[in-house]
């Protein structure tokens, strides 16, 4: 009797477990096994980050950076067979995981700065070791990951600042690497698209500093005005609340970087963080016009129709939701920004901030290639012990050979 009553707990505890844990896959997704799997590991990644807080300090985000961390081993500083040699320095005492060639050609040569994603929160140059890694080997020239400070310890613009900081050092005392300043591309994903978008602007606007040489947006986050875009609606119907970026992780990253704020994080859970006046201009800031049709399918999508809004926290966060360096898409004039290779995938809440953002850069004669993959997800370019894709790393091959295109021209 008492034998039958565990195992029926014990079954409903893993039944439940297996139901949260499990995202189904939509259809025409690529490897759709493999990425429940996937979002399967990440969400227990978090469920033992929290069970593992419960018992220390609480700061389950802590863990789960371990945690993170301890999926994705550095690799060794050389590698046999490999013309890259990975080491740590500073640059104006912004750490710096920096790959430089150890046979390369006396002249000087071009470079990349490549800035990673993870919301903002987590992320960094150690987990993201063997994709830079291969960046830089695919180059075969010098790769510069910025370790920039994280939120929620250190809000914007602390971030942007960072890479600001290590970029223009970077340009300053480029030749002691054997790098031409006025050469140097920047590349990021997610957050890391973002703050390229963002840096890419605010470089060519100082006139101390050389233009980037390029910019490669990774399924960038470009605005956090308008959570109603076809791909958030696409996701809402597709996912819920599952998947590898969930609306309200967009949310939680999104507190945790400017404030960690109830009234913040309910209104943009809706859509209600702007105020209904605004939302007029946001139609044209934010123009669901310039998606392809085809990506607007009826069955996922509503145009914007009711204009309503939450004025208290319009008005005490407008600024900072306005900022460039949370919305570069907002920027007027984008002419004179550099060439351009963009990213986006068909499964994810933020696809439509890179293709805007393409679109914007095109129609102000910027040299824009957006490459949209139909069935990848946000998250696609990840790799670690257990997990790689076949579309992930297809798309970082040509990502790879446009970016060593734009940078030797
Ligand atoms: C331009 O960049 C230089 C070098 O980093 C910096 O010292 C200067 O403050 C910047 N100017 C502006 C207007 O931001
Ligand atoms: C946010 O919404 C949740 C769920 O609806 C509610 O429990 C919570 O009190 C709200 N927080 C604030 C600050 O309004």
Same mark, same amino acid.
């Given at each position: 009797?008492?034998?039958?009553?565990?195992? *029926?707990?014990?079954?409903?505890?893993?039944?439940?477990?297996?139901?949260?844990?499990?995202?189904?896959?939509?259809?025409?997704?690529?490897?759709?096994?493999?990425?429940?799997?996937?979002?399967?590991?990440? @969400?227990?990644?978090?469920?033992?980050?929290?069970?593992?807080?419960?018992?220390?300090d #609480?700061?389950?985000?802590?863990?789960?950076?371990?945690?993170?961390?301890?999926? @994705?081993?550095?690799?060794?500083?050389?590698?046999?067979?490999? &013309?890259?040699?990975?080491?740590?320095? $500073?640059?104006?005492?912004?750490?710096?995981?920096?790959?430089?060639?150890?046979?390369?050609? %006396?002249?000087?040569?071009?470079? +990349?700065?490549?800035?990673?994603?993870?919301?903002?929160?987590?992320?960094?140059?150690?987990?993201?070791?063997?994709?830079?890694?291969?960046v830089?080997? #695919?180059?075969?020239?010098?790769?510069?990951?910025?370790?920039?400070?994280?939120?929620?310890k250190?809000?914007?613009?602390?971030?942007?600042?960072? *890479?600001?900081?290590?970029?223009?050092?970077?340009?300053?005392?480029?030749?002691?690497? #054997?790098?031409?300043?006025?050469?140097?591309?920047?590349?990021?994903?997610?957050?890391?698209?973002l703050?390229?978008?963002? +840096?890419?602007?605010?470089?060519?606007?100082?006139?101390?500093?050389?233009?980037?040489?390029?910019?490669?947006?990774?399924?960038?986050?470009?605005?956090?005005?308008?959570?109603?875009?076809?791909?958030?609606?696409?996701?809402?119907?597709?996912?819920?609340? @599952? #998947?590898?970026?969930?609306?309200?992780?967009?949310?939680?990253?999104?507190?945790?970087?400017?404030?960690?704020?109830?009234?913040?994080?309910?209104?943009?859970?809706? &859509?209600m963080?702007?105020?209904?006046?605004? %939302? $007029?201009?946001?139609r044209?800031?934010? &123009?669901?016009?310039?998606?392809?049709?085809?990506?607007?399918?009826?069955?996922?999508? &509503?145009?914007?129709?009711?204009?309503?809004?939450?004025?208290?926290?319009?008005?005490k966060?407008?600024?900072v939701?306005?900022?460039?360096?949370?919305?570069?898409? +907002?920027?007027?004039?984008?002419?004179?920004?550099?060439?351009?290779?963009?990213?986006? *995938?068909?499964?994810?809440?933020?696809?439509?901030?890179?293709?805007?953002?393409?679109?914007?850069?095109?129609n102000?004669?910027?040299?824009?290639?957006?490459?949209?993959?139909?069935?990848?997800?946000?998250?696609?370019?990840?790799?670690?012990?257990?997990?790689?894709?076949?579309?992930?790393?297809?798309?970082?091959?040509?990502?790879?050979?446009?970016?060593?295109?734009?940078?030797?021209?």
């Amino acid at each position: 009797m008492r034998w039958t009553l565990l195992s *029926c707990i014990v079954l409903v505890v893993v039944a439940m477990l297996a139901y949260l844990l499990y995202t189904p896959a939509p259809d025409g997704i690529t490897e759709p096994l493999k990425f429940s799997a996937f979002c399967g590991m990440l @969400k227990s990644c978090w469920v033992i980050a929290k069970a593992i807080a419960y018992f220390d300090d #609480g700061d389950y985000l802590k863990q789960y950076r371990n945690i993170r961390h301890w999926l @994705k081993p550095v690799t060794p500083s050389d590698m046999p067979g490999s &013309n890259i040699r990975s080491r740590v320095t $500073t640059f104006d005492g912004i750490r710096i995981r920096l790959y430089e060639p150890i046979r390369k050609p %006396k002249v000087l040569q071009p470079a +990349l700065i490549y800035i990673h994603g993870g919301g903002l929160i987590f992320g960094s140059t150690d987990t993201y070791d063997s994709l830079t890694r291969k960046v830089a080997e #695919g180059l075969d020239m010098v790769v510069a990951s910025i370790e920039y400070r994280l939120a929620p310890k250190f809000k914007v613009p602390t971030q942007a600042k960072d *890479c600001l900081k290590a970029s223009s050092w970077f340009m300053q005392n480029a030749e002691q690497f #054997g790098v031409a300043a006025d050469r140097i591309g920047m590349a990021g994903d997610s957050a890391g698209g973002l703050l390229t978008a963002y +840096l890419s602007q605010i470089i060519h606007d100082n006139a101390s500093l050389p233009d980037l040489k390029f910019q490669g947006l990774i399924y960038p986050l470009t605005q956090v005005l308008d959570f109603y875009t076809p791909s958030y609606q696409k996701y809402a119907k597709l996912f819920k609340e @599952k #998947g590898l970026l969930p609306r309200s992780m967009v949310m939680y990253m999104l507190t945790s970087a400017i404030k960690n704020d109830g009234d913040l994080y309910n209104a943009s859970m809706f &859509n209600m963080h702007t105020s209904a006046e605004f %939302k $007029t201009r946001l139609r044209k800031l934010v &123009n669901h016009d310039n998606i392809p049709i085809e990506m607007k399918d009826e069955f996922y999508y &509503n145009s914007p129709n009711k204009e309503d809004g939450n004025v208290k926290v319009w008005e005490k966060y407008r600024s900072v939701l306005l900022d460039p360096v949370l919305s570069p898409l +907002l920027r007027e004039d984008m002419t004179g920004l550099p060439p351009a290779y963009i990213i986006t *995938c068909g499964f994810d809440n933020i696809r439509d901030d890179g293709i805007l953002y393409a679109r914007k850069l095109e129609n102000a004669g910027v040299e824009t290639t957006l490459v949209n993959y139909e069935a990848g997800f946000h998250g696609m370019f990840w790799e670690d012990r257990f997990f790689d894709f076949e579309l992930g790393k297809e798309a970082l091959q040509k990502f790879i050979i446009h970016a060593k295109y734009f940078l030797l021209r």
